[in-house]
C-alpha cells in the first residue's frame, strides 16, 4: 500500500529485531505428523524453517513463546466448530498425550513434556531460559489470554509470527497483535498453508513479510 510510504508512517510499523519476541503457532504433532488425526497439510514440511527460525532467535536471546491448543475430552473448552468431533470422541490435541507436544524440533533440549493443568490455568510453562510454553483458547494467541501483557513486562514490541495453518491461527494473531499495536514480522516459509492474496493483505497494513527463513535469520541477527 503507497501510503504506508518510506517515511513516518513506515516508522511506526517496521519491526524492531532488539525488542522483539517469536511466536510458533500449534506446531503440536496431532496437526504436524504424518498420518496425525488432524495433519495440516504442508505442516511437516515448513518444520525445517519453523526450526531454523526457533534456533536463530534462541542464539540472539530473544524471547520464543511456543503457543498451543489442548481440547478437553468433554469439548467444553474447544470452538463451538469443532466441539462435537471432540464430544463424539475425536482425540486431538487431548491434554497429557504425545500429540498435544510441540513437535521435538522446536523445543529446546532438556524441556520436559508440557504441563497441560499449568497450562490450562493460564500460566506460561518455561522451557529455556527466555522460551515458553502458551494455551490459547481460540484462534488468536492474545484471545482469553495474558500473551499482551507478559510481552509487555518483557519489553517487547515487535513479534514474529510462524507455524501452523495460516489461514486461521497464525492470520488471526497476526490481525490482533495489530490491533494492539506490535510491529509485526512473519515468515511464510516456515509457515504452513499460506497464500498470495492473504501475505498481500498483510503487507497492506504494515506487516513485514520475510522473503526467506534466512532473511528473518539475518534480520535477528542484526540490528536493521
Same mark, same amino acid.
Given at each position: 500500500?503507497?501510503?504506508? #510510504? !518510506?517515511?513516518?508512517?513506515?516508522?511506526?510499523?517496521?519491526?524492531?529485531?532488539? !525488542? !522483539?519476541? &517469536? &511466536?510458533?503457532?500449534d506446531v503440536q504433532r496431532d496437526f504436524t505428523d504424518?498420518?496425525?488425526?488432524?495433519?495440516?497439510?504442508?505442516?511437516?514440511?515448513?518444520?525445517?524453517?519453523?526450526?531454523?527460525?526457533?534456533?536463530?532467535?534462541?542464539?540472539? #536471546?530473544?524471547?520464543?513463546?511456543h503457543v498451543v491448543r489442548l481440547y478437553r475430552g468433554? #469439548?467444553?473448552?474447544?470452538?463451538?466448530?469443532?466441539?462435537?468431533?471432540?464430544?463424539?470422541?475425536?482425540?486431538?490435541?487431548?491434554?497429557?498425550?504425545?500429540?498435544?507436544?510441540?513437535?521435538?524440533?522446536?523445543?529446546?533440549?532438556?524441556?520436559? /513434556?508440557?504441563? /497441560?493443568?499449568?497450562?490450562?490455568?493460564?500460566?506460561?510453562?518455561?522451557?529455556?531460559?527466555?522460551?515458553?510454553?502458551?494455551?490459547?483458547?481460540?484462534?488468536?494467541?492474545?484471545?482469553?489470554?495474558?500473551?499482551?501483557?507478559? &510481552?509487555?513486562?518483557?519489553?517487547?514490541?515487535?513479534?514474529?509470527?510462524?507455524?501452523?495453518?495460516?489461514?486461521?491461527?497464525?492470520?488471526?494473531?497476526?490481525?490482533?497483535?495489530?490491533?494492539?499495536?506490535?510491529?509485526?514480522?512473519?515468515?511464510?516459509?516456515?509457515?504452513?498453508?499460506?497464500?498470495?492474496?492473504?501475505?498481500?493483505? &498483510?503487507?497492506?497494513?504494515?506487516?513485514?513479510?520475510?522473503?526467506?527463513?534466512?532473511?528473518?535469520?539475518?534480520?535477528?541477527?542484526?540490528?536493521?
Amino acid at each position: 500500500m503507497r501510503w504506508l #510510504g !518510506s517515511g513516518g508512517m513506515a516508522s511506526y510499523v517496521r519491526p524492531d529485531p532488539t !525488542s !522483539s519476541a &517469536l &511466536l510458533t503457532i500449534d506446531v503440536q504433532r496431532d496437526f504436524t505428523d504424518e498420518g496425525a488425526p488432524a495433519e495440516i497439510e504442508g505442516t511437516r514440511a515448513a518444520v525445517p524453517g519453523m526450526r531454523d527460525v526457533v534456533e536463530a532467535f534462541r542464539a540472539d #536471546g530473544a524471547p520464543i513463546v511456543h503457543v498451543v491448543r489442548l481440547y478437553r475430552g468433554d #469439548g467444553s473448552n474447544v470452538d463451538a466448530c469443532r466441539r462435537r468431533a471432540i464430544e463424539e470422541g475425536a482425540e486431538i490435541v487431548r491434554p497429557g498425550t504425545a500429540g498435544a507436544e510441540v513437535v521435538p524440533e522446536l523445543t529446546p533440549e532438556g524441556a520436559g /513434556p508440557l504441563d /497441560p493443568e499449568e497450562l490450562l490455568a493460564g500460566e506460561f510453562q518455561r522451557l529455556g531460559p527466555r522460551e515458553w510454553a502458551m494455551y490459547k483458547p481460540r484462534w488468536s494467541a492474545f484471545y482469553g489470554t495474558t500473551l499482551d501483557d507478559r &510481552l509487555q513486562a518483557l519489553g517487547i514490541d515487535t513479534v514474529v509470527v510462524c507455524g501452523c495453518n495460516f489461514p486461521n491461527c497464525p492470520r488471526t494473531t497476526i490481525y490482533d497483535a495489530s490491533a494492539r499495536d506490535y510491529r509485526i514480522g512473519v515468515v511464510p516459509d516456515a509457515t504452513s498453508r499460506t497464500y498470495d492474496r492473504g501475505i498481500a493483505e &498483510l503487507e497492506d497494513i504494515g506487516v513485514r513479510v520475510f522473503e526467506s527463513v534466512d532473511d528473518a535469520r539475518r534480520w535477528i541477527a542484526t540490528d536493521d
